[in-house]
């Protein structure tokens, strides 16, 4: 069974631009969870998606979003990028047949922003 | 202003022995507690869990503790490997907040040869 897959694995972009993060749950999971690491603040939620709704969300600012779509597919967009936003950006799915279960990370999306 | 990282907490073991990583909770709430294993390069891997229910929880080579009382767990690694050597990560849910993990600041494990 495949794992989590997130793409790209790198990406680089300047600041003021926008960038779209892709990940790709296990299958069969229906939730999804961003996270976002960084040497500084370490591991910190984003948000969860479930059946393409949004169903928590972490403290961060509105350029923050994502999506999820009827395959269980999520993306994240972070929009108008500042040198901060540089970080590790993790997605994990889950079954989400009950309320505490086991999430799986992927690899990561690793963004640099210059 | 200079940017300040995480100073993660550091454990060095031989090869061979028994390692303990330890971690403080946050909050009184939570009641799933999950430790999770980072390699450089890669997404957290579970390792294994434990309910607020439980004080005590044994896996392959792995156990983990968890004190209430003073909002305290530990994960206990027998026979450690080099191939154990990584961050390790605590995480907390609370009651009522579905899958949304507060994660500890990381230990670093490095196995000696």
């Known amino acids: 069974k495949a794992g989590v897959t997130q793409t790209p694995r790198y990406l680089i972009k300047t600041r003021g631009q926008q960038v779209t993060l892709s990940c790709s749950p296990i299958s069969g999971h229906r939730s999804v969870s961003w996270y976002q690491q960084t040497p500084g603040q370490g591991l910190q939620f984003l948000f969860e998606?479930?059946?393409?709704?949004?169903?928590n969300k972490g403290n961060f600012p509105g350029r923050f979003s994502g999506r999820q779509f009827s395959n269980s597919r999520s993306e994240m967009n972070v929009s108008t990028l500042e040198l901060g936003d540089s970080a590790l950006y993790l997605c994990?799915?889950?079954?989400?047949?009950?309320?505490?279960?086991?999430?799986?990370f992927g690899s990561g999306t690793q963004l640099s922003v210059l | 202003g200079e940017s300040v990282g995480l100073h993660l907490p550091t454990l060095s073991v031989q090869e061979g022995d028994n390692s303990i990583i330890n971690c403080a909770y946050s909050n009184s709430a939570s009641d799933y507690f999950i430790w999770y294993k980072q390699e450089s390069g890669k997404g957290p891997q579970f390792i294994i869990d434990?309910?607020?229910?439980?004080d005590k929880r044994q896996g392959q080579r792995v156990t983990v503790l968890l004190n209430k009382t003073v909002k305290h767990l530990s994960l206990q690694i027998a026979a450690t490997q080099p191939g154990d050597s990584a961050v390790y990560f605590c995480a907390e849910i609370p009651r009522g907040s579905a899958r949304q993990l507060t994660f500890g600041s990381g230990t670093q494990l490095t196995v000696l040869p």
């Open positions: 434990i309910r607020s229910n439980m």
């Open positions: 998606y479930f059946s393409e709704t949004q169903r």
């Open positions: 994990a799915s889950s079954l989400a047949t009950s309320t505490n279960e086991k999430l799986f």
